[in-house]
């Protein structure tokens, strides 16, 4: 399995609506919507690519146990669900890609609502 390059992991992020993208902690690709951090690629000292997302407490007690996954360092030992993507075999890109669009969801509904309105994001809810 190839894992997503960094690249593809930005254009991705990039191609969700209204995020910002910035270089901090350590030169890590940064994602966030509406100010607040939902992804990040970098992270890792091994030689495959890592991601780290927020996930429901669900996902994060089923993913942290599967091979090529963990808590994210840092936030996970903080109490925070978010999880490492870091080596193989993780996910496939297509679920990597699902985890990475309901973590910018998880975060967009913590958003001040009138921020949400500001955005135009979740707006069905």
Known sequence: MSFMTYDEFN?????LK?????????GSDVWK?????????????GESPAYTFK???????ILKEKPGLRGAPYLASRGMSWIQHYGEPGLCEAELKDYLKESYRLVSIGLTKKKQRELGLNEDL
């Open 11 to 15: 254009d991705f992020c990039a191609s």
């Open 18 to 26: 209204h995020t910002t993208h910035v270089i901090q902690w350590g």
């Open 33 to 45: 919507i509406g100010g607040k951090v939902f992804a990040i690629g970098g992270w890792n000292d």
């Open 55 to 61: 996930v429901s407490r669900i996902s994060f007690e």
